[in-house]
């Protein structure tokens, strides 16, 4: 092992409105060494998620912030270099919050690395087999329950998460799954390659009119991934006792001050629908489970998946905002080294 330093990025200020690239400052700092109990991982693949906006705000919620000056919370998935933790040998791939850095040194708590099983590529661990694809998972099917026939709406559809939940309701369910998205290439790619039975261009026309010619019958299941005017049209064309499951709220992470609230949540009650958010780690004890699922459902090619990866630790900064400016589509990924690595 002849490199002695490890480049990496920490967060430099909180950010107000849109997160920018002045945001984080870059480091080059000593190489760390694994005390007893610990790893030393070689970090080959970081994982981009809107949450993280979330993360550099200092206000309670359910992970601590990152704070000022710290190394950028990232998951990713790495190579054990050395090891002084019991159950895992140089060699092992590993998975965990690794942050923005070539190299890691990962232990108990939030750092604890979970090794992954082989037979899989690494990638899929943070997007269709990751939290991501975790997140579709529970979301659409505990907390939306759809029913084979019913209308699914989905938006940020062509995300890595949204892409993952209109796939399971259209390809496992048997929903008729509308998504909508940014753009026509994104749009095309929904309704041919996925499958979907139709698609919105939230930057063309009235989504509100379109939601209501696309779903005649309403909307049962509306997933949402990103809140505001999206979130206020499809509760406009819910249908008797649909459910809408609030996943994220992307239009709304870089504003100032908070958007104004929905406008048709009266829909609600006159149609007895039910609207609840959810965090994908209460559902911790049984990622095994839906893992597996996934990975069978991939396999037989019920869900694609895009991978939409970026290269070197210096473009950090400019991934994460790739997701804010909607240049990415499906699952967004930086690799950092080359697997598998010399040990």
């Known amino acids: ?128 087999l990751g939290l991501t694809g975790l997140t579709a998972y529970f979301g659409l099917l505990d907390l939306g329950k759809p029913k084979a026939g019913e209308t699914v709406l989905v938006s940020g559809a062509a995300g890595a998460t949204g892409s993952v939940v209109a796939q399971i309701a259209k390809h496992v369910v048997g929903c008729r799954v509308v998504g909508i998205a940014g753009g026509r290439e994104k749009c095309a790619w929904l309704t041919r390659d996925l499958g979907l039975d139709a698609a919105i261009d939230y930057k063309q026309g009235d989504v509100q009119r379109r939601v209501g010619e696309l779903c005649p ?26 459910r809408i499951v609030l996943c994220g709220g992307i239009s709304g992470y870089n504003e100032k001050e908070p958007p104004p609230g929905p406008r048709n949540l009266m829909n609600l009650v006159t149609r007895r629908g039910r609207m609840e958010g959810f965090i994908v780690i209460d559902y911790a004890a049984r990622f095994a489970e839906a893992a597996k699922e996934l990975a069978g459902w991939a396999k037989a090619g019920k869900i694609q998946h895009r991978e939409d990866l970026q290269h070197g630790i210096e473009n950090a900064p400019r991934t994460f905002l790739r997701l804010f400016r909607g240049e990415n589509t499906g699952k967004q990924l930086l690799q950092v080294g080359e697997p598998p690595i010399r040990v």
């Open 1 to 128: 092992m002849s490199q002695t330093t490890n480049r990496q990025w920490r967060l430099a200020r909180r950010p107000v409105g849109m997160v920018s690239e002045s945001d984080f400052e870059y480091r080059e700092e000593p190489l760390p060494r694994p005390s007893d109990g610990e790893l030393l991982v070689r970090n080959l693949y970081i994982s981009f998620d809107p949450a993280m906006r979330g993360w550099m705000e200092d206000r309670k919620s359910y992970i601590p912030p990152v704070g000022i000056g710290d190394v950028m919370r990232a998951s990713g998935v790495g190579q054990v270099v050395e090891s002084k933790l019991a159950g895992f040998a140089p060699g092992d791939f590993v998975q965990g919050l690794f942050g923005w850095q070539e190299w890691t040194v990962a232990g108990s708590g939030l750092r604890a690395p979970q090794k992954l099983a082989p037979g899989t590529p690494l990638t899929w661990h943070l997007g269709v």
């Open 217 to 242: 019958q309403g909307v049962h299941v509306y997933f949402d991934n990103v809140g505001g005017e999206i979130l206020d049209a499809a509760l406009f064309h819910i249908a008797e006792r649909a």
